[in-house]
């Protein structure tokens, strides 16, 4: 299905201000790890947005890159005129046709043509929210990743399909209602080219689901929420390079 898109056109604004600051991989980290500790929906509004870049933001970059960066980098970041411009991917498309342009606020991204590859990568995340996939969209750019929510493994296999998907993230701390049979079943028809990855925190049912899909001859890769995002969004930016 469609994710809305929440990011404000100041919050667009700073991320292109912080990749230009630090560098696209950077920045793609730092804002998520951010986003992450914010919490919550996607700040919004001029107030939020700066105690957003001074807290969360400003912790995050400490974290990855020292204290002097973090003070450089958020000196930086400063308002702006332009607005960005995004487009729409969804089912409804259909095989062949092109997203058209919308405002940020408007919806989801992608600036490509369906039932292709070329173009930002198409990932799917599998959850009851939104939360990864407004996270991932936003800390990694409409130039690189195009994002999807399926609140249902037989969704996420429908929509893989249909907007020919690369990758699908199940967000095991936010795993839909019916347990780990329904991954089994529901994900059993993906095409065998689609990378399936598992971001969750351990424990057992996470062990339970991975054994559930290897079982049915399905490849997973478990990346542990524990270690962060890097893992997770070096992988994704691994499938735009490829």
């Known amino acids: 299905m469609a994710l809305p898109l929440r990011a404000s056109p100041e919050l667009q604004r700073v991320r292109d201000q912080l990749g230009a600051a630090v560098g696209a991989e950077a920045a793609a980290k730092v804002l998520f ?6 919490g919550g929906s996607l700040p919004c509004g001029s107030r939020e947005i700066a105690a957003f870049v001074e807290g969360p933001l400003r912790a995050a970059i400490e974290r990855q890159l020292g204290r002097s960066a973090a003070e450089r980098v958020v000196a930086s970041l400063g308002p702006g005129d332009d607005e960005a411009e ?16 919308l405002t940020p606020a408007a919806g989801f991204l992608c600036d490509t043509t369906v039932g292709s590859r070329k173009g930002p990568v198409r990932l799917i995340a599998i959850a009851r929210g939104g939360r990864l996939a407004e996270r991932l969209r ?11 929510v399926a609140h249902s493994p037989q969704q996420a296999c429908d929509l893989a399909y ?31 080219d689609v990378m399936l990855v598992l971001w969750s925190e351990g424990g057992p049912s996470a062990e339970r689901l991975t054994a559930g899909l290897e079982f049915c001859s399905l490849r997973v890769t ?21």
């Open 33 to 38: 790890e951010a986003l992450d500790h914010h």
């Open 86 to 101: 995004v487009t729409v991917l969804g089912p409804d498309a259909g095989s062949g046709a092109r997203a058209r342009s």
């Open 138 to 148: 936003l800390a990694v750019g409409a130039d690189d990743v195009a994002v999807g």
């Open 162 to 192: 249909q907007i020919n998907a690369s990758m699908i993230i199940i967000d095991g701390t936010d795993i839909p209602p019916g347990g780990e049979d329904q991954f089994v079943d529901g994900l059993g028809g993906l095409p065998s």
């Open 222 to 242: 478990v990346l542990d929420r524990r270690e962060g995002v890097a893992p997770l969004i070096d992988m994704v930016r691994a499938q735009r390079g490829g």
